[in-house]
């Protein structure tokens, strides 16, 4: 059993910066797959990225790439999402995700966040 508690997010401006925090209970946490997705009003949860257990190979959507970066401490059982040159279409909340599965589909990911406000203003 996994439990994921989430921190950060907030406000920022656009082409700012802000540092989302995903810290896990479960020993088993480091094995598995981290996710990061987010969900805007009225749309569908969107993958943002993942890093793997395994091998900590990452993975991002198209329109973060080269913006956002995740890290994890395995040390700290916490997996981290660096938003950085933030745009106002990132506005959403943002949901860490932990699974048994290299994948990018939300619907694979076992355990999730409570879920955090990320608010990006022009």
């Known amino acids: 059993q996994v439990t994921l508690v989430q921190s950060g997010g907030g406000l920022a401006q656009a082409g700012g910066s802000l540092r989302l925090s995903c810290a896990a209970s479960?020993?088993?946490?480091?094995?598995?797959?981290s996710g990061w997705f987010r969900q805007a009003p009225g749309k569908e949860r969107e993958f943002v990225g993942y890093i793997s257990g395994s091998d900590g190979r990452t993975a991002y959507a198209d329109s973060v790439k080269g913006r956002f970066t995740i890290s994890r401490d395995n040390v700290k059982n916490t997996v981290y999402l660096q938003m950085n040159s933030l745009k106002p279409e990132d506005t959403a909340v943002y949901y860490c995700a932990a699974g048994g599965y290299i994948t990018t589909r939300p619907t694979l990911f076992a355990y999730w966040g409570q879920g955090t406000q990320v608010t990006v203003s022009s």
């Open positions: 479960g020993r088993l946490f480091s094995r598995y797959t």
